[in-house]
């Protein structure tokens, strides 16, 4: 599934930078503390201090609201082009780090729980955010197979899923601390099953 980013852009006038950093505070905080059954326009339109026609032109429903609040916070392109496969896969999971180390981290587990019971919720998220994410990493590695830097006929998906699972898990279950430190010994972890050369 392609994913589908201009459904998240604010419509409307043009986008107020301050606006979009309000909303999504608001998101996160009531995704964090109610869950997503509490997010609603109307309640967010209250929260920042703006009419709920103005949220209305800019995203067309909660789900379109949540989607953008998690974008902002994870991005969707995290692995640049460095030249070095290391790199961007650090570049790749740092974003994780950063998003879930904030109030993203605590709101994940009552998303994810939203996302099994509303399919609708799940397709925009899956298209919005997780599918363009994982294209961007998967061109690194594809980047990096092509300069010889990992083994060939590597099952990329399950790699991909290596890469990001550690800092789901631990958001999900909060059973270890994400930190900063973890970044070099998981995508390190990566590429040594990934058969690259030190």
Do not use: C
């Amino acid at each position: 599934m392609r994913s589908n980013n201009s459904a998240l852009k604010p419509r409307g006038r043009p986008r107020d930078g301050r606006i979009d950093k309000e909303v999504v505070a608001a998101v996160l905080g009531v995704l964090r503390v109610r869950g997503y059954r509490a997010v609603t326009i109307e309640s967010i339109a209250r929260r920042v201090k703006r009419a709920r026609t103005s949220l209305y032109r800019r995203w067309p429903s909660k789900r379109h609201l949540v989607a953008f609040a998690v974008v902002h916070e994870l991005g969707t392109q995290p692995a640049p082009n460095t030249g070095s496969l290391r790199a961007d896969l650090k570049i790749a999971v740092e974003t994780l780090r950063h998003a879930f180390a904030g109030p993203l981290g605590s709101a994940i587990a009552g998303l994810a729980s939203d996302m099994a019971h509303d399919p609708a919720l799940a397709r925009l998220i899956r298209a919005a955010v997780l599918t363009p994410r994982r294209d961007s990493m998967r061109a690194a590695v594809t980047r990096g197979a092509a300069r010889g830097q990992i083994a060939p006929g590597l099952d990329l998906e399950l790699l991909l899923d290596m890469l990001t699972a550690p800092y789901y898990f631990r958001a999900l279950f909060g059973h270890a601390p994400i930190t900063a430190g973890m970044n070099d010994r998981v995508v390190d972890l990566v590429l040594q099953a990934a058969a690259v050369s030190p």
